[in-house]
C-alpha cells in the first residue's frame, strides 16, 4: 500500500519556497549545476528569460571556471559571470519581483552558507520606435515611444544628454506589478511640483495599472472635469521639450504613452512643428489653433441662437435665402443640429474602430451619402450640413486629440443652452465654461496660464511664437 505524503509539509529551501510561491507553475524553470564544491541553482521563468543570455552569461562561465581553476568559491561567483548586471539580494519579495520581471535567481550554497544573486536576463519583445500614428509632425523628428520602458528612457537620454536628466521608479499595483518613472531635470524643475508627483504616485492603491491612459486618471484631481489634467503624447522630442521647460514626464512600463504635467490650455493647442518653422508662419499656425478651436465650439450654437432666435441679427438679403433652404424641414434647427452632429461623431468613431484601409474610405463615403440623402430628402437643410461639416473639420485642426473630445462634449453643452435661450444661453454656457477653466488647475498651476492670471511677460509663446533671438535676450535680461 502506497502512503501519500502530506502536502502541508513546509519547504525545506529556497527553491522550493519560491516553487511554493508560484504555486508550483510549469513556466518556472530550475536548473542545478554541480560547480566545485558549491550546489548552484537557476530559477527563471521560461516565456520573459532570454534563454541564450542565461547559457552564454551564466552557465558557460561556471562551468569553464572549473576547468581553469579547479574551484570556485561561494563569493567569487559574481566575478565569474561576465555580465554588469549583477547583484546580491537578501529579501524574498524583491526575489520574486525579480523573477517576475525576467531576471535569473542563482542560489549558491556551499557546506555552511548560501548567497542569492540577481542576473538580468529579460528578453524584450518590442516593436521599432516608428513615428506615432495620431501624432504627426512635418518636420520633427520621426521617432516615437514604444511598449519597452528601458527603449523609452533611452529614445529621452538621446533627445536630452544632461547629467541633470533625473529618473524616479515608483512601483504600483498589489495584485500585478507595474513600474513607472518619473523624469525630471534638475535643477529646472521646482522641487515642489516633483514633490506633488511624487505624492500623488505614492498615493495610488489599486490591484493594477495597465496603461498611462489609466494611470492619468488615477493622478487627476478634477474627477468631473472634461479638460485633461495631464497631457498626453508618444513623441520624445515633445518630453524632452516640456522637461527644459520645467515640467515632470511620468513613463508607465507597457505603455507607449507618455504623461507631462503640469498641463495649460495653452500647451494643449501648440505643436512641436511651431518651433521648426520660421515665427511668422509659426505664429499664423498656431493662432489657426485657437481660431479652429473656437469655431467647434461656438459655429453650431451661433447658428442655432441666430436662425431660431435673433433673427434681426443676420442680414436680410441673408435671412431671406436662409428661409429658403429650411422650407419643408420637418425638425427644428437644434434637433437638425443634434441629429447631424450625432452623425458626424458615429462616422468618426466608426472610422477609428474600423480597420486602416476602409476606416477612411467608409467615413468619406458615408459622409457624403447621408448628407447628401439627408438634403435631398428634406429632412435637414443644405445651411446646417455645410455648418456642422465645418465644425467638423474645425475639430480635425486641433492638436491634441484629449482637448479634441474635451471641445466636443462642450459644445453639446453650448448648443442645447442657446436652444432654449438664444445667445443670451450661449453667453451663460461660455460663462460657465470659463468661470470653470479660471478655477481650474493642474497639479498647483492654473490652465489658463498665462493668460489668467495675466501674465504678458509670457504671451511671447502664447498665441504667437516669437523670435528664439528675442526669447533669449528677454530672458537674459529678466534674470
Keep these: 500500500m502506497r502512503i501519500r505524503r502530506s502536502t502541508n509539509k513546509p519547504p525545506s529551501t529556497l527553491a522550493d519556497q519560491i516553487r511554493l510561491e508560484f504555486h508550483n507553475n510549469n513556466d518556472l524553470q530550475y536548473k542545478r549545476l554541480n560547480v566545485s564544491s558549491l550546489d548552484i541553482t537557476l530559477v527563471f521563468m521560461k516565456d520573459i528569460s532570454d534563454p541564450l543570455t542565461i547559457q552564454k552569461a551564466i552557465i558557460s562561465p561556471l562551468l569553464s571556471a572549473v576547468e581553469t581553476t579547479g574551484t570556485v568559491q561561494i563569493d567569487g561567483v559574481p566575478e565569474i559571470l561576465p555580465i554588469a548586471s549583477i547583484h546580491k539580494v537578501t529579501d524574498f519579495h524583491k526575489i520574486i519581483t ?11 550554497k556551499d557546506q555552511y552558507n548560501q548567497n542569492v544573486y540577481v542576473v538580468d536576463t ?16 512635418i518636420s520633427g523628428s520621426r521617432d516615437g515611444f514604444i511598449e519597452c520602458i528601458q527603449d523609452n528612457k533611452a529614445l529621452l537620454r538621446m533627445h536630452l ?12 499595483g498589489t495584485e500585478v506589478v507595474t513600474y513607472i518613472y518619473v523624469v525630471y531635470m534638475k535643477g529646472s524643475t521646482k522641487e515642489t511640483l516633483v514633490q506633488e508627483v511624487r505624492d500623488r504616485v505614492s498615493a495610488i492603491k489599486v490591484d ?4 498611462g491612459g489609466i ?72 493662432l489657426l489653433s485657437f481660431v479652429t478651436a473656437f469655431i467647434s465650439v461656438l459655429l453650431p450654437a451661433t447658428y442655432i441662437s441666430l436662425i431660431s432666435f435673433q433673427h434681426g441679427l443676420i442680414p436680410t438679403s441673408l435671412a431671406v435665402s436662409l428661409s429658403k433652404t429650411r422650407e419643408g424641414v420637418p425638425f427644428p434647427s437644434v434637433i437638425e443640429a443634434f441629429l447631424m452632429e450625432l452623425t458626424i461623431e458615429i462616422l468618426r468613431e466608426a472610422g477609428v474602430r474600423l480597420p486602416k484601409p476602409i476606416g477612411s474610405t467608409v467615413s468619406i463615403v458615408g459622409a457624403i451619402v447621408i448628407g447628401e440623402t439627408a438634403v435631398s430628402s428634406g429632412i435637414v437643410s443644405p445651411m446646417m450640413v455645410m455648418v456642422i461639416s465645418f465644425t467638423a473639420i474645425c475639430s480635425f485642426a486641433i492638436p491634441n486629440y484629449q482637448l479634441s473630445l474635451a471641445l466636443r462634449t462642450i459644445r453639446f453643452f453650448i448648443l442645447f443652452s442657446a436652444a432654449i435661450l438664444g445667445i443670451y444661453g450661449m453667453l451663460i454656457a461660455i460663462f460657465i465654461v470659463t468661470t470653470h477653466l479660471v478655477k481650474l488647475r493642474s497639479f498647483s498651476v492654473p490652465y489658463l496660464e498665462p493668460f489668467a492670471p495675466i501674465d504678458f511677460k509670457r504671451w511671447k509663446d502664447g498665441f504667437v511664437r516669437l523670435l528664439f533671438r528675442a526669447e533669449a535676450k528677454e530672458d537674459h535680461a529678466n534674470e
Design 98 to 108: 525579480h523573477i517576475m520581471d525576467g531576471c535569473t535567481i542563482i542560489i549558491v
Design 122 to 137: 529579460t528578453k524584450f519583445i518590442k516593436r521599432s520606435p516608428d513615428e506615432p500614428i495620431n501624432e504627426p509632425t
Design 161 to 172: 544628454k544632461s547629467k541633470n536628466l533625473i529618473f524616479e521608479k515608483f512601483t504600483i
Design 208 to 211: 493594477y495599472v495597465t496603461d
Design 215 to 286: 494611470l492619468e486618471q488615477l493622478l487627476e484631481r478634477n474627477k468631473l472635469s472634461v479638460f485633461p489634467e495631464l497631457a498626453t503624447t508618444q513623441h520624445p522630442s515633445k518630453v524632452a521639450n516640456a522637461l527644459l521647460e520645467g515640467r515632470v514626464s511620468i513613463l508607465t512600463d507597457g505603455s507607449p504613452t507618455a504623461l507631462i504635467a503640469p498641463t495649460t490650455l495653452n500647451m494643449l493647442l501648440q505643436t512641436p512643428d511651431d518651433y521648426y518653422f520660421k515665427w511668422i508662419p509659426a505664429s499664423l499656425i498656431r
